[in-house]
Structures are given as C-alpha cells and as structure tokens.
C-alpha cells in the first residue's frame, strides 16, 4: 500500500514569514494529494488538494506543488498569520486515502 | 446540514468492555471512513463503506467492526476494548471515491484503562 512520510513534524515561524512542508509517497499510482488543517479538538479540514494531471496550483496565501517523477509535494504558505497555527496533513491516493504523521505549525506573532 | 457529526465527544472504558461510536452524515454521501489518530502516526484508516450494505477493511481493522445499514449512519464497534484502542477516532463521508474531498467529524476522544 501507498506510505507518506511529511517532514518536519513541528515548524515554527515568524509571523510573516513562509512556512512549507514536504512531503513523500511510494505508490507512483497515486493521482490525488490533499492537505488537511486541523486546528485543536476540531476534525481535519480540506484547504488545498492538487491532482496527478498539475504542477502547481494556488489559493490565497497557500500553494501546492507535486513533482511526480520524485515522487513528492509541498505545502507554502506565504505571510503565515497566527490563525495558521495548526497541525497540517499530507495525503495521497491510489485506492484509498494514506495520511502523513502530520506538522505542528506555530507562528509566532 | 450538520455535516459529519459523531456521539459520544469523550468516552471512558475499562478493558473488556464493548461500546458503539456513532457516526451520522446529512450530505447523502456514499463513501465513508473511520479513522483513528495517535500522537505522531497521523491518521490510520480503520474501515469504510462505499455505500449501504458495502464495508472493507483498512490499515488497521483489528478490534473493530462495522456495518452500514443506511446512506447517513456508520456505527463504529468495540467488541472487547483494549488499551491499544486508546485514541481519538474521527469519522468521515466524501462523495464517491476516495480522490475527493473528505469531510470529517469533530472525533470522539476514548480511553481505555
């Protein structure tokens, strides 16, 4: 089955600064990679999720790239404000969904 | 709609004992899942269902059962709890495959002495 490792598993920032997250997967039938925002004692939120067939894809102040040759994508988010402070979820499908151990993101203000 | 909603919000068990956790959807969604989420280990795939009548097992279905009797309700049982069940177990409903945004519930938080 499809294994997702996410690094680093906390980062802190500087309010204003940029935050990224990478993340790797080994099932090269993946085609779907999610990234989910959990904030405390709340269930995961979908905030962006980018598909097999694109590169890039934006939204506000979050970006996602997927490098399928490497087999790996990445979380930015860009003038990190205190409401991004959250744990972040990687995900990737082949036939179900696979979770990364998440990153605890802190911005301090 | 209320979304994904699940009952209890925080449960208390002693070893052998059996409970349900309860899991309901208002979006008339096919597929849902059942999660569990341990400190560094992300979140594992329990079960799910793609629609009434249909279930199968996911990473870590051992200790666990399920049924799906209807579209809107996903009962997640312990037969004979274990401390290894000490967890908190979100529940989610997606429309259709996988590859589609999952909407989770707020978790039941269970532990198990």
């Known amino acids: 089955g499809e294994n997702v490792e996410q690094h680093p598993s906390t980062l802190s920032v500087q309010e204003g600064d940029s935050a990224v997250i990478k993340c790797t997967y080994s099932d090269s039938a993946s085609n779907y990679f999610p990234w989910y925002k959990q904030e405390l004692g709340k269930g995961p939120q979908l905030i962006i999720d980018i598909r097999s067939n694109v590169g890039e894809k934006k939204d506000q102040r979050i970006a996602v790239t997927l490098n399928k040759t490497a087999k790996h994508f990445s979380l930015h988010i860009t003038e990190t404000q205190p409401e991004d402070s959250a744990v972040y979820f990687c995900?990737?499908?082949?036939?179900?969904?696979?979770f990364g151990a998440g990153t605890t993101v802190t911005v301090r203000a | 709609n209320a979304g994904v909603t699940q009952t209890p919000k925080f449960q208390v068990l002693k070893t052998g004992q059996s409970m349900t956790l309860q899991c309901a959807q208002d979006?008339?969604?096919?597929?849902m899942s059942w999660y569990r989420q341990d400190p560094g280990m992300g979140l594992r795939l329990i079960h799910y269902s793609v629609g009434a009548g249909i279930t199968d097992q996911g990473e870590v279905p051992n200790g666990y059962n399920v049924s799906r009797s209807t579209t809107e309700d996903f009962p997640l049982r312990l037969l004979s709890a274990a401390p290894s069940q000490t967890s908190v177990y979100f529940c989610a409903s997606n429309p259709g495959a996988p590859n589609n945004e999952q909407f989770f519930g707020p978790g039941t938080r269970l532990t198990v002495l």
């Open positions: 979006m008339n969604h096919e597929y």
């Open positions: 995900a990737a499908n082949d036939y179900k969904l696979s």
